[in-house]
T-cell receptor
Framework: DTEVTQTPKHLVMGMTNKKSLKCEQHMGHRAMYWYKQKAKKPPELMFVYSYEKLSINESVPSRFSPECPNSSLLNLHLHALQPEDSALYLC??????????????FGPGTRLTVL | QKEVEQNSGPLSVPEGAIASLNCTYSDRGSQSFFWYRQYSGKSPELIMFIYSNGDKEDGRFTAQLNKASQYVSLLIRDSQPSDSATYLCAVNKPPNKLSFGAGTTVTVRA
């Protein structure tokens, strides 16, 4: 089962709201990722968790706050976002941090609109 | 120089033809190479990965890797309208990242 699930599928929020995106995988993967994708652009890495610890933060603004409660779950907490943060937010997981190479599987994404 | 470059496209091929997608990368230390297919409005789907020089075939897809030339390609044989999508080349960037190319949009015309 190569499935990563994400909720919600769509989210509309105001600039003063607080919301959370959720991601889950049951493949026993030990690395999980958050990406942001704008239209007609490739995915842009935001955060990497490796063995439930944050290993990479790509200088993401603090209004995005990741959390990894356990090896199967990944959250992205959103607060005081800007309209330019509207994008498709993708979660991915892989069997191990990519060193020798381990393919990443993406979830269906959350389409976020910030008003 | 971009880390991963793909032929810009769009690429239009007739149904039944071969679609050829190219990708070059700058980091000689890269070890793993991936092709993702992304339909409009959907998330990327892994369709091929290759780690060793040479060819790797999976159904109608063939990935080719030449590390000396820092070149990886994807061939889609007997192209079908359902192959119309954007194809993303991705290269591992040690220790823990993927670098993506800008993507090539393929249209298969019936």
């Amino acid at each position: 089962d190569t499935e990563v699930t994400q909720t919600p599928k769509h989210l509309v929020m105001g600039m003063t709201n607080k919301k959370s995106l959720k991601c889950e995988q049951h493949m026993g993967h030990r690395a999980m990722y958050w990406y942001k994708q704008k239209a007609k652009k490739p995915p842009e890495l935001m955060f990497v968790y490796s063995y439930e610890k944050l290993s990479i933060n790509e200088s993401v603004p603090s209004r995005f706050s990741p959390e990894c409660p356990n090896s199967s779950l990944l959250n992205l907490h959103l607060h005081a976002l800007q309209p330019e943060d509207s994008a498709l937010y993708l979660c991915a997981s892989s069997q191990a941090p990519i060193t020798g190479g381990s393919e990443q599987f993406f979830g269906p994404g959350t389409r976020l609109t910030v008003l | 120089q971009k880390e991963v470059e793909q032929n810009s496209g769009p690429l239009s091929v007739p149904e039944g033809a071969i679609a050829s997608l190219n990708c070059t990368y700058s980091d000689r230390g890269s070890q793993s190479f991936f092709w993702y297919r992304q339909y409009s409005g959907k998330s990327p789907e892994l369709i091929m990965f290759i780690y060793s020089n040479g060819d790797k075939e999976d159904g109608r897809f063939t990935a080719q890797l030449n590390k000396a030339s820092q070149y990886v390609s994807l061939l889609i044989r007997d192209s079908q309208p359902s192959d119309s999508a954007t194809y993303l080349c991705a290269v591992n960037k040690p220790p823990n990242k993927l670098s993506f190319g800008a993507g090539t949009t393929v249209t298969v015309r019936a």
